[in-house]
């Protein structure tokens, strides 16, 4: 708590001094998001009217979230620093489908959620509150009880109208013929009516790859002021950008996702890896800072259920994460319950109802680093830099414009101690810690960060302070009217008591 309050009380006066950039206005586009993925089912149920499938006895079954709870906790999320939510699937669903991806019809809303007019009233306060929402669209496979099976006209809308799915969860599902034009002319068109209805700012296209990258070039003609998103599963690097070529706004980085949970899982492990793959993002895509990098998703195991495969204390794990996945290049996606450190595999063990009333300490330590994102254009569009990587311990130079970072992860087991040379940076300034206060200042051509074991600290390097006589005597002013007023007062006793 203590250091979260020097966070919030110190970097305007830190960025000010260091001349940053932190004063302009966020520019309307997507290049300054922290996004928040979560199940509307199993977030917060606001209205219990629409509860007939609820059954809170059992995890496979529905247990009431909805858009109401979403819209009650919108200034949670605000204070956690979202400025995007993506919610689950929202159209009907085959009886039990509470995560939303056994869609039975595209006209039609999944009533357990709620109407298009609550919705709508769920993107309103939204945006009253400056968090966009996005909506999470499956567009390749179904239900098996999906309305179009039951039209003989539209067989060939179908590769397969029943195969086993991954994760297996997911049971048996029909494959959408997204080579078909009718199959992509219906869905954009139900895409574009629940846009116009509702007011969402995008989509996230879940299992994107799974259809042609131009597949998604009439979604981008149709929805032009739509953020939207493509799902890479499997896809590399060079595919993904072949998705934003032809008219995807943004792609999940799914190629850093298992390095990124391989190496927080534990300590001592390193991000060479990780970090090769956030350059290569660098190169080959055409819109790298707009890549949403995720470490767990509604598909996959819980991240820290790898934590505890490992058996270690998961909060400081989450720390370093999040830490690393807030400073370096790309959009953070924090999925639901990631910040109480929620635990479980894949499917409805890992799906738990979120708690609100759990240990905040992890949580105030998300709002203290998305401050420091949002008050740090360099942590959102800066360049990127490796400066230092052995066996956890991470060091990296963000830069923009005037605004120059050094961020230092200790992902590691012992204390570790790196040198900078001056020649880096510039002796004549100072790296002032924003996380806990930490300063170092060039000694011998070299400035030298010391960080105890998983702790992190993002330094901004700013002018070096020299005393400051006024403050000293502006305290000393203070100090001695506090004097005496306290003489006056004993006088005041002392004769009041001679009376």
Known sequence: MKKRFFSLVMVPLLLFS???????EKEEDWHDETMYFLMTDRFMNGDRSND?????????AYQGGDFKG???????LQELGMTSIVISPVF????????????????KMNPQFGSEQELAALVDSAHEKNIRVIVDFPATRVSMEHVWLEDAQKADWF???????KPDWLGEMALLNTANPDVQSALVEAAVKLADETGIDGYFFSGASAAEPEFWTEFDE????LHLIGEMSEASIQEAAAYEEAGLDAVTSSWLQDPIREQFATVDRSSEEVKDRLLEEQNVLNDPIAAVHTADSALTDRLTLDMANENMFPGARWRMALTYMYTTPGTPAVFYGSEIAQNGESGPDSHGLMNFRTDQEL???IKQISALRQELPALRRGSYESIYEQDGMSVFKRQYEDETLIVAINNTGETQSVAIPASELDEDKELRGLLAGDMSRAADGEFTIILDREEAEIYVLAQKTGINYAFIAAMATVWIIFVLFLYIVWKRGKKAAKQ
């Open 18 to 24: 260091a001349n940053a950039a932190s004063a302009e």
């Open 52 to 60: 007939e499938q609820t059954d809170n006895k059992d995890s496979s």
């Open 70 to 76: 979403i819209q009650d906790k919108l200034d949670y």
């Open 92 to 107: 009907e669903n085959e009886a039990g489908g509470y995560h939303g991806y056994h869609i039975t019809n595209y006209s």
């Open 159 to 165: 590769m397969e109208t029943s195969i086993a799915q």
């Open 222 to 225: 149709s929805l032009p002021e």
């Open 363 to 365: 949580v105030d330590y």
